[in-house]
């Protein structure tokens, strides 16, 4: 079985058959063709991803936490903002009391596409198109946090996050179930986006899921998050004594059967295994602490 299942059994160990139904209550108004999952194009741009209400959002967000985790940091009188106008760019966040910058708790940009993958061997599957929900960003923050000593701010982050990645995950997660979608998709732009996913997900390609396990043997043990993450963004970090530049790759949550025996196979796992050995990576900590001064107002030290 997939090794991850365990993790993303565990969101699950709360949820009930009878919590499930409750949820797809709030779906009634919806038609068989509409559970289909159909692309925003044939809806219209009125609902997020041609399918899901503001009201039904809502909902959701109060069943399953999203809101009273918000309300328990201090968080009220939210406003939720849906962006529908462009197909490939699902954009929701989450305000409190005014919809401005500088209170904004959290945005997702979600999209539904049919991909080819481009496997690493034969599978028999590289003609198949997976359906799949794409999260290409998100992002949470506590603007009313600063960063400190001991949390430190990662490369892209304003205020510190607000520990919401599971509780969406969850939702997500009991969306593609009741859309039959293939699987999970993003490409983290950041080393420490795909080292904080990979919980849950696994790169498509071996060897760059490899790559991302050989830095967490060889820095993540030694190194704070947060040092691996800037250095691999300023360039301190060296692979197999070359100058490392962050890859960028998909990342996968599969949950169509013929994708979860692909990263069950013998193949996929032998070939981590075997290329993990062959990188290693260390970091210029003098380059590092140089380029980390003239940083200062992003980085605390």
Avoid at 27 to 51: A, I, K, S, Y
Avoid at 95 to 108: A, Q
Wanted: charged share 25%.
């Amino acid at each position: 079985m997939y090794t991850k299942y365990e993790n993303l059994k565990s969101i699950f160990k709360n949820l009930t058959k009878e919590e499930i139904q409750s949820l797809e209550s709030l779906d009634l108004h919806l038609t068989e063709e509409d559970l289909l999952f159909p692309p925003p194009e044939e809806r219209g741009f009125e609902n997020f991803l041609g399918v899901y209400s503001e009201e039904y959002i809502k909902a959701s967000f109060e069943k399953y936490g999203i809101f009273s985790m918000l309300e328990e940091k201090g968080f009220n009188n939210f406003k939720l903002v849906i962006d529908t106008k462009n197909i490939d760019r699902q954009r929701l966040a989450i305000y409190y009391e005014e919809t401005n910058e500088n209170n904004l708790l959290c945005e997702i940009i979600l999209k539904r596409k049919d991909l080819k993958l481009n496997f690493p061997f034969t599978t028999g599957l590289e003609n198949k198109s997976f359906n799949f929900l794409i999260v290409e960003w998100l992002y949470s923050q506590n603007p009313q946090k600063s960063f400190t000593e001991n949390r430190k701010p990662l490369p892209g982050q304003k205020h510190p996050g607000l520990n919401m990645a599971r509780n969406v995950l969850k939702l997500l997660l009991i969306m593609c179930k009741k859309r039959k979608i293939d699987g999970i998709l993003n490409i983290p732009e950041h080393y420490h986006n795909a080292q904080l996913y990979s919980k849950y997900f696994s790169y498509l390609s071996p060897i760059n899921e490899a790559r991302r396990r050989a830095i967490e043997r060889d820095l993540l043990s030694k190194h704070e998050l947060s040092t691996v993450s800037w250095g691999i963004d300023l360039n301190c970090v060296y692979e197999n004594n070359e100058e490392f530049r962050w890859f960028v790759s998909e990342q996968i949550i599969p949950l169509n059967k013929q994708l979860i025996n692909f990263f069950n196979s013998q193949a996929y796992n032998e070939s981590i295994s075997e290329n993990t050995t062959k990188y290693i990576y260390n970091i210029d900590l003098d380059k590092w602490n140089s380029l980390k001064k003239n940083i200062q107002n992003y980085i605390c030290v």
